[in-house]
């Protein structure tokens, strides 16, 4: 089966740092995606790691460590449109496409 | 480029009743994706088509769920009939292929309530 944890919620002020961890149990890897929500909008794709350490995309970082089952997403400089949900999502084999979410951090970035 | 477009936005039904869902996915994507997300859970997997073949269906809840896609362009999700449980928003996905990242585009959900 698959576990995908992440924090329900996060409070950060504008113009900060924050960081959302995400920490999986899967079968099998064979990718981590970060998806941005607005409520009653598409996710929105950010970020994917497959090898270790850190990509970095503008204001937007993604950390993946598939030893320890670990990956986070920072974002730099908050401001208020980054108020939303955050979805972990995970690639389980090489070849299927279908990808397994965590329930999601809904971040609320106040003034 | 056009995004992933789903038809109805918001469709309310009485327990029995049939549903239809439609989505376009962005011209020239081969890959079809059907996830659904009930009030309180994770965005769940249906299933996913290639071109206009099943490729995986393994989660589709029960018999009372028909997907189609016939030509290979848009696809249908039909829920007959419609339970309760079924409510929820269900998502649209499409991408190109199958190497790399294969990112998913998503479209903005059908949201379903039964009464």
């Known amino acids: 089966g698959q576990n995908i944890d992440q924090p329900t919620e996060m409070t950060a002020t504008e113009g900060a740092i924050v960081q959302i961890n995400c920490t999986y149990q899967t079968s099998g890897f064979n990718g981590l995606f970060w998806y941005q929500q607005h409520a009653g909008e598409a996710p929105t794709f950010l970020s994917y790691n497959v090898l270790d350490g850190l990509e970095e995309k503008g204001r937007f970082s993604s950390f993946l460590s598939r030893s320890k089952g670990y990956s986070y997403l920072l974002l730099k400089e908050l401001q208020m449109k980054d108020s939303a949900s955050y979805l972990c999502a995970v690639r389980e084999q090489t070849g299927a496409n279908n990808l397994f979410f965590g329930t999601g951090t809904r971040l609320t970035v106040i003034p | 480029e056009a995004g992933v477009t789903q038809f109805p936005s918001h469709s309310v039904i009485e327990k029995g009743q049939t549903v239809t869902l439609r989505c376009d996915p962005i011209s020239g994507h081969d890959n079809l994706y059907w996830y659904r997300r009930v009030m309180g859970k994770e965005i769940k997997f249906l299933l996913h088509?290639?071109?206009?073949?099943?490729?995986?269906e393994s989660g589709m809840p029960n018999n009372r769920f028909l997907a189609e896609r016939t030509g290979g362009t848009y696809s249908t999700l039909k829920v007959q009939p419609a339970e309760l449980e079924d409510s929820g928003v269900y998502f649209c996905?499409?991408?190109?292929?199958?190497?790399?990242?294969?990112?998913?585009?998503f479209g903005a959900g059908s949201r379903l309530t039964v009464l």
């Open positions: 088509f290639v071109k206009e073949s099943k490729q995986d």
């Open positions: 996905a499409s991408s190109v292929g199958h190497s790399g990242a294969n990112v998913l585009t």
